[in-house]
């Protein structure tokens, strides 16, 4: 069965850090795209960062380019997310997904094997 867990939200003062992790099972030895989105109250799902297994490529939205950072560790089957210079319109749920297999893009529409139950990060002003 394929899982994922976030965890590491919180909440965090404007200009502070957070790091996320998704650690996932089920799929230990395939390769996968991983992919951090987010979702704030009354806005639309947001793509924030993804990976892909296969040559550790990645890709940022242009919100949190420069500010965030993705990085695998496959011995602890863990995805993370390194976000910087937090700013109060990072206030959402994150939620990482992952499609199992290989593609061509760093971040496939779809579809997604598995979703994790989310996370929550604030950020005060």
């Known amino acids: 069965e394929v899982q994922l867990v976030e965890s590491g939200g919180g909440l965090v003062q404007a200009g502070g850090s957070l790091r996320l992790s998704c650690a996932y099972s089920?799929?230990?030895?395939?390769?996968?795209?991983i992919v951090w989105f987010r979702q704030a109250p009354q806005k639309e799902r947001e793509g924030v960062s993804c990976?892909?297994?296969?040559?550790?490529?990645?890709y940022y939205a242009d919100s949190v380019k420069g500010r965030f950072t993705i990085s695998s560790d496959n011995a602890k089957n863990t995805v993370y997310l390194q976000m910087n210079s937090l700013k109060p319109e990072d206030t959402a749920v994150y939620y990482c997904?992952?499609?199992?297999?290989?593609?061509?893009?760093?971040?496939?529409?779809?579809?997604?094997?598995?979703w994790g139950q989310g996370t929550q990060v604030t950020v005060s002003s």
């Open positions: 997904a992952v499609i199992i297999g290989l593609s061509r893009d760093v971040c496939p529409a779809g579809p997604y094997n598995s």
């Open positions: 089920g799929f230990t030895f395939a390769p996968y795209h």
């Open positions: 990976i892909s297994s296969n040559d550790g490529s990645t």
